[in-house]
């Protein structure tokens, strides 16, 4: 299971990462396609799980990365660099998003599993039990407690950015994370899942 205190990571990988990142969105703002194709091929995967754990209709997925990566190309002489490429990207994947919200699971990952664990260990077995009954207690998440959740344990983003993403006050991150925590706990505890 995924740390619950969990900020996101840094180091001298991000910050290259970060470059070049920022370096790809300066090409496609001078219409270098290449350099949407590359940002593409960084994006598809996390925007994909992104999409998967947050909204219903995963089938809308391929879509809803598309019309991502057509605002990353008609706007990318737009991205003023005050925050990360990638809190500007799913910036947009929320926005797009949100027409597709509802009260229904966040698709569990068999990426949460622990990477030491193997099929039959105890370790993946926890993890796994533990992911159904996550994927159903989702569905009792407000889509704001579940957006939260899913950026900051799976997308690695830290509470400024996700104030940025979702276009609300940092402190307002950190409510709805509060409230998240308190009701998943009190949900798993209702079921009483065992540790």
Known sequence: ???????????????????????????????????????????????????????????????????????????????????????WIFGIAYNKARRFFDDTPVARSLESLPAA????????????ELGDLLEKLFTELSAEQRLVLELTYYQGMHYREIAAVMACPENTVKTRMFHARRRLGALIEREGWRH
Request: net charge negative; hydrophobic share 40%.
């Open 1 to 87: 299971m995924h740390d619950l205190g969990h900020q996101g990571g840094g180091g001298a990988d991000a910050r290259d990462g970060e470059a070049g990142e920022r370096a790809l969105l300066a090409r496609v703002a001078r219409a270098d396609s290449a350099a949407l194709e590359a940002l593409y091929r960084r994006y598809y995967g996390r925007l994909f799980r992104f999409v998967a754990r947050t909204l219903r209709r995963t089938d809308v997925a391929d879509e809803i990365i598309n019309d991502v990566m057509y605002v990353v190309w008609t706007r990318a002489g737009t991205f003023n660099g005050s925050s990360r490429p990638s809190t």
């Open 117 to 128: 664990a193997e099929p039959g260990d105890d370790r993946w077995t926890e993890a796994f």
